[in-house]
C-alpha cells in the first residue's frame, strides 16, 4: 500500500467532532455553558425591540452578544478586554451624549462601535465617525448589513478611509 491512509480512516474521520479552544479549556463547541462563551459583542441599546431583534440575529448566527443596561455597566465589562464590538443604538447617545464615546474608548481602545441610528437622527452619525465609531447602520437594521459589519471586524479587516489629499 504505497503510503496511502486506508479507507476506513476517512469514513470514520469527524471533522465536525473536533474540539474548539476556548484559551481556557477544550470542549466541544456544544458544551459550553453560557459563562465559558465570552462574548465579543456588547449590546447598548434603549429600545427593547431592537436589543432582542440585534441580540436574535446574533445568536442565530452564532455569536453570543451580553447585554448591557447602561454605559457603567459597559464601562465595567468591557474594561481591559481584547478588542470587542459594542452595538449601540441612538437613544443611549442621546441619553448620554458625545462622551459616551470617549467613554467607551477610554475603557476598551480598541472596541469597535457600531451606531444603529434611525433616519430621524441622521446628524449623529458624523458625530460617531468623527469620535471614533467604525459603522453606523440605518434602519431598518438588516440582518445581512449587521452580520456584514461583524463579520468584517471579527477577521480583521480595515474600513477604508478616503485618502488624504493635498
Request: with cysteine; glycine share 4%; proline share 4%.
Amino acid at each position: 500500500m504505497c503510503g496511502l491512509k486506508p479507507f476506513f480512516w476517512l469514513i470514520n474521520r469527524r471533522p465536525w467532532e473536533s474540539s474548539v479552544t476556548t484559551g481556557r479549556s477544550s470542549k466541544s463547541f456544544g458544551t459550553l455553558s453560557a459563562q465559558e462563551k465570552k462574548p465579543d459583542i456588547f449590546i447598548l441599546a434603549a429600545n427593547e425591540d431592537l436589543r432582542n431583534y440585534v441580540q436574535e440575529v446574533c445568536e442565530k448566527n452564532n455569536y453570543y452578544p451580553a447585554i448591557a443596561v447602561d454605559l457603567e455597566e459597559l464601562v465595567t465589562k468591557t474594561k481591559r478586554t481584547r478588542s470587542v464590538i459594542v452595538l449601540l443604538d441612538y437613544e443611549m447617545v442621546n441619553a448620554y451624549g458625545a462622551r459616551i464615546y470617549s467613554r467607551i474608548n477610554v475603557a476598551c481602545p480598541k472596541c469597535s462601535v457600531i451606531l444603529l441610528c434611525d433616519q430621524a437622527n441622521r446628524e449623529l452619525i458624523k458625530e460617531a465617525i468623527e469620535l471614533g465609531a467604525y459603522a453606523s447602520i440605518l434602519a431598518p437594521y438588516e440582518e445581512w448589513e449587521l452580520l456584514t459589519v461583524i463579520r468584517s471586524i471579527l477577521t480583521g479587516k480595515k474600513k477604508r478611509r478616503p485618502k488624504k489629499s493635498r
